[in-house]
């Protein structure tokens, strides 16, 4: 496996950042997660966009044009002989001193992986998972913005971690507000009379590039959609329901804290939905 760091492909074993990096010190990044399929990298401006605006929102100076990333991108799969894979991009405040102010670190760390991924069993595309709210709430965007994708996820790994011990793949999480804002790694639609309804940035949610991907798709559909205020009801009480991200894709979640959501199966909705992201993955993107 060749990683891209710095400017070079390095062997996966000689892939290493400092012990001085921001990154790990403090979390101090921003990061990406991307899909190739077919050779095409799906919406990877997108990707790179808010990549830009993550820097942006935590004063990082990209060391990297957009064009520079997108080659860099590209060239990580064609060196590693990828035609599907999952892409992690991240970009550190990189090597500073130990305390924590950010001007100590002269020069940003970017690397990029290129890797198989491991999707939730097949068996939950096809049955739908089962989830739970867990009680980690959601981070106020006063505090730090869920809209930035930072290296900050132990807000999302408490949810993750409260999930498993209520025996769950995913979970929701509310806001401050007790509003619904997303999972611990995935943005959240329900299909309501006939309307596909999900959380908007407002509410805590990431501006996630898959849920971009499903306003698109709701149009070619017909299908109403829109951004709305949701509560645990609303999902518990809706006909059907779906969670999006780059790892998940689409996948159906069939039960929230032990009530079976509409008939406890796939909707037709969601299964319409699922078929059209996954036939739009192979025809759009950057060919790398
Ligand atoms: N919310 C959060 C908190 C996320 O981390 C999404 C929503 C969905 O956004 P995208 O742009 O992916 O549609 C994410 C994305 C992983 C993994 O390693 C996590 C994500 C994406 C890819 C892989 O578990 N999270």
Redo the contacts with the bound molecule.
Sequence with gaps: MKIYLDGKFVDRNDAKVSVFDHGLLYGDGVFE?IRLYGGNIFRLEEHLERLEYSAKAIMLQLPLTRAQFSEATCETCRQNGLTDA?IRLVVTRGVGDLGLAPWSCPTPTVFIIASKISLYPAEHYENGLAIVTVPTRRINAAALP?TI?SLNYMN?ILGKIEARQFGALEAIMLNDQGYVA??????VFIVHKGELLTPGASQG??K????STIFDLAKELNVPIRETNMTRYDIWCADECFL????AEVIPAVKLDGREIGTGRPGPITQRVLAAFRKRVLVEGTRI
Excluded: I
Excluded at 182 to 187: G, I, L, P, Q, V
Excluded at 208 to 211: A, E, F, K, L, S
Excluded at 244 to 247: A, F, K, L, Q, V
């Design positions: 997660g999952y869920p994708k999302n997303e999972c611990t790694a995935d943005n949610a990431l996630g590039v898959t849920r999006t991200g780059s790892g």
